[in-house]
């Protein structure tokens, strides 16, 4: 049973940044992707990048490279993602969602969400 | 915008069917790649209810079903209950602005 267990919920000022976790367990790591959604108040699905932890390197959505990053802790089984210079619209709900290493794969588990809320 | 274009509701009476639609375009769906959806209930984690188009992964009910032609895809659930009410969305990989993975805007489903 593959779980993948988040860090707890961030209050992050804008222009700041805000770091989050994903510890996974009961299940391959280095060779499945790690992907990052998140949900805004309201709002769809959007997917921000992923890493499959073998190959190091990470894919983002053009819309996040310049602020997104995603890296792999092999030892413990953990994926981040930190996203900087937070702004309002921000403030979203991050899931971590693992699947087959293949950008055309569908997310098969997911993590419990991590609220993050961008505020002054 | 989502390049992902679904209703934003549907509704059915319970044990009825009702289908969900997903259009896309020549960059994702149109170009062979697969559909996949998931039911996401406020306060929890969205779940996988079929991949690649028309699979169901273990413990989703075969009351859900897909299918793709063109540049479109349906999800399709008969035999409505009550707890099937929730928010469903398509995801498909496109070969514009780099490779993304996307999204459709999500249906709400209300079963009346």
């Known amino acids: 049973q593959v779980q993948l267990v988040q860090s707890g919920a961030e209050v992050k000022k804008p222009g700041s940044s805000v770091k989050v976790s994903c510890k996974t367990s009961g299940g391959a790591f280095s060779t499945y992707a790690i992907n990052w959604v998140r949900q805004a108040p309201g709002q769809g699905l959007e997917w921000m990048g992923g890493i499959i932890p073998i190959f190091v390197t990470a894919d983002y959505a053009q819309k996040f490279r310049d602020r997104v990053t995603i890296t792999a802790d092999e030892t413990t089984s953990t994926v981040y993602i930190e996203l900087s210079s937070l702004r309002y619209e921000d403030t979203a709900l991050y899931f971590c969602?693992?699947?087959?290493?293949?950008?055309?794969?569908?997310?098969?588990?997911w993590g419990q969400g991590t609220l993050v809320t961008v505020s002054s | 915008q989502s390049v992902l274009t679904q209703p934003p509701s549907v509704s059915g009476a319970p044990g009825q069917r009702v289908t969900i639609s997903c259009t896309g375009s020549s960059s994702n769906i149109g170009a062979g790649y697969d559909v996949h959806w998931y039911q996401l209930v406020p306060g929890t984690a969205p779940r996988l209810l079929i991949y690649g188009n028309n699979n169901r992964p273990s413990g989703v009910p075969d009351r859900f079903s897909g299918s793709k032609s063109g540049t479109s895809a349906s999800l399709a659930i008969t035999g409505l209950q009550a707890d099937d009410e929730a928010v469903f969305f398509c995801q498909c990989y496109d070969n514009s602005l780099g490779g993304s993975r996307l999204f459709g805007g999500g249906t709400r489903l209300t079963v009346l």
């Open positions: 969602a693992r699947g087959v290493a293949a950008a055309t794969a569908s997310f098969d588990d």
